[in-house]
C-alpha cells in the first residue's frame, strides 16, 4: 500500500500510460485471437478479448520514467511513449519468463502459454517486443529530436540485452550446484536492476537532461532495482506468507538467492543439503535451514546489501535540484523498501 | 547455385556482412555459453563455442539490402550495419520458429533449442532480437542522419511485428480444418515478404532514396518474397525430392500450402480427405492427392500467383535508373526463381 500523496501521482499517471500502451498495443489491425492475447496479457482483456480491468502489476517502472522526467524539468507527458515502451518491454519479458519458468499462475491469472500454449506465447512475446519498439518511436511524434531518440534506442536495446544475459545466468543456476554470491548479483543486476535503471535515465532524455543528471537518475534506480531484488529474496524467507503472498518458502523451491548462496560458501551442512541432496526438503528441514542461513551471515548479509543498493539511490538523487518530482522519487524508493525514513 | 557474376557479387558482399554480424554479437562481455549459442546458431561456431564455419544459409536478405543501397546510388559499405541488422533479425525468428514448430535439425546442425532446452533457447532468440535492433543503431556511427535512423527503426520494427502477425497465423493453421487460399497468402505476405520487402527499403533508406525509390524497392522485395515462397510450396509438392532436399513431400506432413487449399476449396474429396481423416496419408493415397489437386487447378493457380509477382517484382525495378546493381537484382530474382528470362 501506497501512502496517500505517492497514490495521487500513482492515479495521476497510471490512465494516461495505460492509454498509450493501448494505443500502440491496438494501432494496426490484428488477427483478432493475437490482439487478444496482447491485451489479456496487460490486463486490458479477458481471454475472450471482452474489455476488462485485470490486476496487471503496480506500473512501477513507467512511472518512475514519467517522475525521472518532470525531476529534470520535463513535461511528464512528453515522456508518455517512452513510459508505455518501457512497461511493454518488461511485460514481453515476463510472458517469456512465465513460458521458460514454467509458471502457470501470473497476477492470479492463467499464464498466455498456459492458456493458447507455448508456441503462440513465444510468438506474442516477440509481438509485445516489437510494439515495445514501435513505442518508443512515438517519442518522435511527441516531439522529441531524432538525436534524442537514436540515444533513447541505445538505452532501450542495451537494456533489453542486459535482461537477457540475467535471464541466462538465472536459467543456468538452476542445474548448478556451484554458484557465488558474486554471480548472483550479477544476475539480478541484469534480470531486475537493468531495465529499472534504464526507465530512470530514458525519463531523464526525454527532458533532454544533462549526462550528470541522466547518469545520477540511472544510479537511483539501478540501486533501488538491487534493494528491491534482494529485500524479496528476504522476505522469501524470512517473511510471513500472509503478506508476501507467496504460499511457501522460496527454500522449498531451492531457490538460489544471495541469503542462501552466501551462507551455502560458509556453512558446509547448508551447501550440501540444499544442492548435494535432491530430496524434498520437510517442513522441520526448512526451518533448520532458515535457522543456519541466519547464523552464517546469510541474512544479515542480504541486509546489508540492500542497505547499501538504498543509500546509493538516495545519495545519487542530491545531484538532482530539489523538486516534487524528485521527493517523489525518494519518498516511492522508502515506500517500496518499506522505509521509515 | 548462382551463376558466376551474382556468386562474384555475393562473394563481394558476404564476408563483410558477416564481419559486421560478428562485430555486433561479440560487441559486450556475455557468459562463455550465452555467446556460444548466438554464434552457434549463426553457423560462426560449434556446440562448444569454437570458431566453424557451418553452413548459415545464403544470407540473401542482407545482400539484398546492399545491392538496393547501391541501387539508389549509395556506397554499399555504409548499408552493412543495416544489412547484418536484417541478417540477425531473420535469424532471430529462425531461433523461435524451430521451438514453435518442434523442428530439431535446421541446416544440418541440431537446432539451439535442441541443444540447450527450450527455456534457453527462447532467451537467445530474445537476444538476437536485441542484437539485431544494436546492429541497426551503428547506422549512426556509419554516418546516418539521425532522421534517417528512425526512420529505419519504424520499417524495422513494423516488420518485427508483421513477422508475428505471420506466424500466428501460420501456427493457428495447424489446428483449423477451414483455412482459405486468401489467408494463406496473408500469412506468407507476414512471414516471408514482409523482412524481404524491409531488406530492400531499409537499403534505399542507406542511400538517401528518393521515396518513391525506396517504395518501388519494397515492392520488389514482396513480390520476390512471395513468388520465391510459392515456388517453394510447388516444390514442395511437385518437385523432385533429390534436388529440393526435402526428404518427403508436403502433403505426407499436410502442410497448408496454396496448391492444396485452393483445391481443397473445389475438391470435396481432397478437403475430407486432408482435412477431415486424421489417419497418416499412404504412399499411394498422396500419390492420389497430388494428381487430384493438380487437376482442381491448385498448381496451375499457385504458378500464377508465382509469375504475377514475380512480375510484379521485376516491373518494379523499373522506376530506378538503369545500374549494375539493378541488373544483379533482376538476375537474382531471375536465378532465385530459376527463370530463363
Tied chains: 1, 2.
Excluded at 34 to 63: C, S
Amino acid at each position: 500500500m501506497l501512502s496517500d500523496p505517492l497514490a495521487a501521482t500513482f492515479a495521476r499517471f497510471i490512465g494516461a500510460i495505460e492509454a498509450e500502451m493501448r494505443a500502440v498495443v491496438n494501432a494496426t489491425a490484428q488477427p483478432a485471437r493475437f490482439n487478444t492475447m496482447l491485451n489479456y496479457h496487460l490486463g486490458f482483456a479477458d481471454e475472450q478479448g471482452q474489455p476488462t480491468h485485470a490486476p496487471a502489476g503496480k506500473r512501477i517502472r513507467p512511472v518512475l520514467t514519467l517522475l525521472c522526467c518532470e525531476a529534470c524539468g520535463g513535461d511528464w507527458r512528453v515522456a508518455l511513449p517512452a513510459a508505455a515502451a518501457i512497461e511493454l518491454l518488461h511485460n514481453f519479458s515476463l510472458i517469456h519468463d512465465d513460458i521458460e519458468d514454467r509458471d502457470e499462475m501470473r497476477r492470479g491469472r492463467p499464464t498466455v502459454w498456459k492458456l493458447w500454449g507455448e508456441a503462440q506465447a513465444i510468438n506474442a512475446g516477440d509481438a509485445m517486443f516489437a510494439l515495445a519498439h514501435l513505442a518508443l518511436l512515438r517519442c518522435a511524434e511527441a516531439g522529441a529530436a531524432s538525436a534524442q531518440v537514436v540515444r533513447m534506442f541505445h538505452v532501450f536495446d542495451e537494456t533489453c540485452l542486459q535482461l537477457t544475459v540475467g535471464q541466462h545466468l538465472d536459467l543456468s543456476f538452476e542445474s548448478r550446484s556451484d554458484v557465488s554470491a558474486d554471480e548472483y548479483l550479477a544476475m539480478i543486476g541484469g534480470k531486475t536492476a537493468a531495465l529499472i535503471a534504464a526507465a530512470c535515465r530514458i525519463g531523464a532524455l526525454c527532458a533532454n537532461a544533462a549526462e550528470a543528471h541522466a547518469e545520477a537518475l540511472e544510479t537511483f534506480g539501478r540501486g533501488l532495482g538491487l534493494a528491491f531484488q534482494l529485500q524479496d529474496d528476504i522476505l522469501g524467507i524470512w517473511g510471513d506468507p500472509a503478506s508476501t503472498g507467496k504460499h511457501s518458502s522460496d527454500l522449498a523451491h531451492r531457490k538460489k538467492t544471495l541469503p542462501v548462496l552466501f551462507a551455502a560458501e560458509r556453512d558446509p551442512a547448508v551447501r550440501d543439503r540444499y544442492f548435494g541432496d535432491p530430496r524434498p526438503l520437510t517442513a522441520e528441514e526448512i526451518e533448520l535451514l532458515r535457522t543456519r542461513i541466519e547464523h552464517a551471515g546469510g541474512r544479515s548479509h542480504a541486509e546489508k546489501m540492500a542497505e547499501q543498493a538504498y543509500a546509493q539511490a538516495i545519495s545519487a538523487l542530491h545531484a538532482l535540484p530539489p523538486s516534487n518530482a524528485r521527493e517523489s522519487l525518494a519518498q516511492l524508493a522508502r515506500e517500496l523498501l518499506n522505509r521509515s525514513a
